[in-house]
């Protein structure tokens, strides 16, 4: 048998055919609704099918490298993620919506395509907080308060910095993978109880020094959406009409009135669960929830079969970030969380977003290849 072959052969029995098949149905699904919405004259389709194409290239890659070597360059992937960040709060592109709305998350790149740093440095956390997880709890620090404490202060640099961006959808994302990965590890509910505690403490401040105005008014809006129909209750009341409006089996794809006239604002991303609502029905809408419920529930399996806790951890970061993207988006899309720019995973429009989630997949399927293979690379402490 040709080397090449035996490598592929090889490959494909090691890797986790349930995953890759789960992540395909849901990339398929995705842009037969998007493809559905960029009927309204939106490019969305055209460049959601480059970046799922980018996404699963950069995903492969990824897996071919031994994410224990990947680990080991740590600090390059933090100081670059760092740059980027930074760089965004500085010389990015703001981004200027209603009612008040002004985001510096965006850098504009060669031929003026944007691209959100924040998703990409989504995953690169993935990899530092799983590394400095794994040397504490190799080295027996992960029970002392100084370090636990270290481990907040890592977390809180992505969390700040794109609040001071402007995007806190992102900045509350950074802290649910933080709070998953160090339960992951073994971090004690002391802890935990001590961060809900001054979280409790804090939200009166957050209240009044932290939270711009037109958030505080999406959040009193979310309790009574009808009070502002035309304005801050506009999206949320449309995207409720247009789930129920699909009753049982949809009005079928790409037949959508609702979705033809753009009657809810920015239904190719925030709200794409609309589309699925009108188009395919409690069907459609049940068919998201079950694919991404298979996503999460395999990426679990994965964590528990992985050879070392960092592989482990970085498998439960991947998983926060996809829960907690989920339940916040879809708590928008139903008025039972205030909108707050959360995208709904690997379903709504958007490059950087569906590019980047892809690279952590590519992480978790890494850590499945490896399973069995013990400490065949070693971390450096």
């Not at 699963?56 to 980027?84: E, H, K, M, P, S």
């Not at 977390?155 to 995007?167: C, E, M, R, S, T």
């Not at 029905?281 to 806790?309: H, K, N, P, Q, Y």
Request: glycine letters at 10%.
């Amino acid at each position: 048998m040709p080397k090449a072959l035996r490598s592929f052969t090889d490959y494909y029995r090691r890797s986790d055919k349930v995953l890759w098949v789960i992540s395909l149905l849901i990339s398929v699904y995705a842009l037969l609704l998007i493809a559905s919405v960029s009927r309204t004259g939106g490019s969305y389709f055209t460049t959601q099918l480059a970046a799922v194409a980018i996404g699963y290239a950069g995903c492969l890659a990824i897996t071919l490298v031994d994410y224990r070597a990947i680990l080991n360059y740590w600090y390059l992937i933090a100081g670059f993620c760092l740059f980027l960040i930074l760089y965004t709060l500085f010389f990015g592109s703001a981004v200027q919506g209603s009612a008040g709305v002004n985001a510096r998350a965006w850098i504009i790149l060669p031929g003026g395509i944007s691209f959100q740093p924040a998703e990409l440095v989504k995953i690169g956390f993935m990899v530092t907080f799983a590394r400095h997880l794994s040397a504490l709890k190799e080295r027996g620090m992960l029970t002392a308060p100084l370090h636990v404490c270290l481990l907040g202060v890592h977390a809180l640099v992505p969390i700040a910095i794109v609040h001071f961006q402007g995007d806190d959808g992102a900045a509350v994302i950074f802290f649910f993978m933080f709070l998953a990965m160090s339960f992951a590890a073994g971090v004690q509910l002391r802890y935990f109880l001590g961060l809900l505690g001054a979280v409790l403490t804090a939200a009166p401040l957050a209240w009044q020094f932290v939270l711009e105005d037109y958030q505080k008014r999406r959040i009193i809006n979310m309790m009574n959406p009808e009070a502002d129909p035309l304005g801050d209750g506009l999206q949320q009341i449309q995207g409720k009409i247009s789930i129920g409006s699909g009753g049982l089996w949809g009005r079928g794809l790409f037949q959508g009135p609702r979705v033809a006239r753009g009657s809810v604002p920015i239904q190719e991303s925030d709200f794409i669960f609309s589309v699925a609502g009108e188009e395919l029905g409690f069907f459609g809408c049940m068919l998201i929830l079950l694919l991404l419920l298979a996503l999460l529930l395999r990426v679990l399996f994965v964590a528990r079969s992985a050879c070392d806790g960092a592989g482990c951890y970085m498998c439960f970061g991947f998983f926060a970030m996809i829960a907690a993207q989920a339940v916040f988006n879809l708590g928008m899309c139903l008025s039972l969380l205030p909108v707050m720019g959360v995208t709904l995973p690997f379903f709504s429009a958007g490059g950087s977003s569906a590019m980047c989630l892809y690279f952590g997949l590519g992480l978790v399927l890494n850590v499945y290849l490896h399973k069995d293979e013990g400490e065949k690379v070693h971390l450096r402490l």
